[in-house]
């Protein structure tokens, strides 16, 4: 599986974020002008306007999909999720330094992450993986009714969920999540950099 977020490179360093080739998610402007499968619908469309009520990350892609909207009108509409909707309440969570729920893939292994990282680096055996029982977990308190501690809560499954949603990638907080990310974040596995190293399916862990 390929890293789901990629930064491509320039003098300058980082420039962007988007998804990496070839893995079936690569944003709208390297996939070329969209051309819809079939006619496009009418606005006024039942169907159209019941989803057209729905959350920014359904209406920019209604724009697109079935009513052939204009690009910028779809731009603008995709450009809401940052501050509205499910794109907003998802990147609500992020803390300074980049990560969601202090992890990678799972919650609160941030240090261990960067600990296991040192002792590699020194040529010293890695510390043992934390118990989940060590810390007592805190509740929720955002309302929903999620068990404290599910993995998707940390920073990989969130940023798979926005891309799913389609946040732009080049908007100023993914472009700084981005960095962030790059700079702080750490795999469980070896504590790799997370732009060099990604947990496979089933929870195996995986080199790139």
């Known amino acids: 599986m390929e890293a789901l977020v990629a930064l491509s490179e320039g003098d300058s360093g980082v420039r962007s974020v988007g998804v990496g080739e070839g893995s079936g998610m690569e944003p709208m402007e390297n996939q070329g002008p969209y051309q819809p499968r079939t006619p496009p619908m ?39 999720m940052e501050h509205e909707g499910w794109g907003a309440r998802l990147l ?16 609160g292994t941030a240090a261990f992450a ?15 993986f934390p118990s989940p029982d060590a810390e007592p977990a805190e509740a929720p ?3 929903s009714s999620a068990e404290p501690g599910q993995p998707w809560t940390a920073t990989y ?10 946040i732009p990638p080049d908007s100023p907080v993914m472009q700084e999540t981005a960095h962030l990310v790059a700079r702080n974040c750490r795999w469980e596995y070896d504590g790799l950099p997370f732009f060099a190293g990604e947990v496979a399916a089933a929870s195996t862990p995986a080199r790139s």
């Open 157 to 166: 499954p969130v940023l798979l969920d926005l891309c799913h949603l389609g």
């Open 92 to 107: 609500a969570p992020r803390a300074r330094d980049g990560l969601w729920a202090n992890g990678a893939y799972i919650p």
């Open 141 to 143: 308190t955002d309302g």
């Open 114 to 128: 960067a600990a296991t990282a040192r002792a590699l680096a020194a040529g010293e055996p890695p510390p043992p």
């Open 42 to 80: 009418a606005e006024d469309d039942p169907v159209v306007q019941w989803l057209l009520q729905g959350d920014p990350a359904i209406r920019w892609q209604v724009l697109r999909d079935l009513v052939n909207a204009s690009e910028t009108e779809v731009a603008t509409e995709r450009a809401r």
